[in-house]
């Protein structure tokens, strides 16, 4: 499923916003803009408006939505979208991860039934933080117990199943860390956490991880375990760039692409000088299958109407001053 146009009314930053022509062809939409613009309201009505659509609800906090001089009663008359399939959400089509990701260390010392991932959300409000590597955990290791007594082949070797528990994980993370080698997921039932082997250093704890690797295997693990459960969806990342340097933030954006289904489309919000080049390589390439949101410069308390900008000099010029204004002045000051 891929989004094209996007209408909101008095909601959070928003006072009437339309965003309109998204190709259908566009795999990635990069939102642009400073912190406080709206990126993150736009992820926000994308989720409630999911949330109302597959009847799974929302917080009921009004103070959070609502604009001051809110007249708009009803929640549904704010939110509309219009997506290649012409049709209102179903369980499955939307995915969104917080910039508020917080999962330092954790161990495991019994497996839990988790649920379908669709049978209930993590989020309601962008706000809240999102911790899933340790879900994720227990989803992997419960699903291998599953796979070896039910599910494989009895011709599957064990290093053809470690290849397939693991392998989808190890090979992207490899190519952005070539002497990092994700290699199992130990013990759940004792202490059960990810390994990893590191130069001499071997079958080290997941929290042994640097904060850019762990921010890393956590995006590259969660699209690996939930892109089964969203193969048609629109997912939205809030600031993947989190404790990355900008080599490695373009590479990771890179690899998230690669890993999303076929039919989907990534939304990210970001401030990344790293992810923007990527964008921008990506577009030269097929300037179809990207799109740039510039929320830079308006004045969301009046009516505005977004279309996907061309990158520009003029907007890379806007995307430089976001990323780069406070260190510009300490190196060249006037």
């Keep these: 499923m891929r989004l094209l146009n996007i209408h909101i009314t008095q909601f959070r930053r928003f006072a009437d916003l339309t965003i309109l022509d998204i190709p259908p062809t566009a795999k990635l939409v990069v939102l642009a803009g400073p912190n406080g613009s709206g990126k993150s309201s736009l992820f926000?009505?994308?989720?409630?408006?999911?949330?109302?659509?597959?009847?799974?609800?929302?917080?009921g906090d009004t103070k959070y939505y609502n604009r001051p001089e809110d007249t708009i009663r009803n929640i549904n008359d704010r939110i509309s979208v219009t997506t290649d399939a012409n049709k209102r959400f179903a369980p499955g089509n939307v995915y969104i991860r917080t910039a508020y990701r917080n999962d330092?260390?954790?161990?495991?010392?019994?497996l839990t039934r988790q649920g379908a991932i669709l049978e209930r959300l993590s989020l309601s409000r962008l706000i809240e933080p999102d911790a899933t590597v340790s879900t994720n955990y227990q989803r992997l290791a419960s699903q291998a117990m599953e796979d070896v007594f039910v599910n494989e082949s009895a011709k599957t070797t064990i290093g053809d199943f470690r290849e397939?528990?693991?392998g989808e994980v190890r090979s992207p993370l490899k190519r952005l860390f070539p002497d990092l080698s994700f290699v199992g997921i130990g013990n759940p039932l004792d202490q059960g956490s990810?390994?990893?082997?590191?130069?001499?250093?071997?079958g080290f704890d997941y929290k042994n991880l640097s904060s850019g690797e762990k921010a890393s295997f956590d995006l590259i693990l969660d699209l690996v375990v939930k892109k089964r459960s969203y193969p048609n969806a629109i997912y939205c990342i809030d600031e993947p760039e989190a404790h990355m340097n900008a080599r490695l933030q373009g590479a990771l954006l890179g690899e998230i692409v690669g890993l999303l289904p076929s039919e989907s489309q990534l939304w990210i919000a970001s401030h990344s000088i790293g992810m923007m080049r990527k964008a921008r390589e990506m577009y030269d390439v097929d300037p179809a299958s990207v799109s740039f949101i510039n929320f830079s410069g308006h004045d969301f308390d009046q009516?505005?109407?977004?279309?996907?900008?061309?990158?520009?000099r003029a907007f890379w010029e806007g995307v430089m001053h976001v990323a780069l204004d406070d260190l510009t002045a300490l190196v060249a000051p006037k």
């Design 44 to 59: 926000d009505a994308l989720l409630l408006r999911y949330r109302l659509d597959t009847r799974y609800g929302w917080s």
């Design 104 to 110: 330092h260390e954790f161990t495991t010392h019994a």
């Design 164 to 166: 397939k528990l693991i």
């Design 194 to 202: 990810f390994h990893f082997d590191k130069g001499a250093s071997k």
């Design 303 to 312: 009516v505005v109407t977004l279309t996907p900008s061309k990158p520009t």
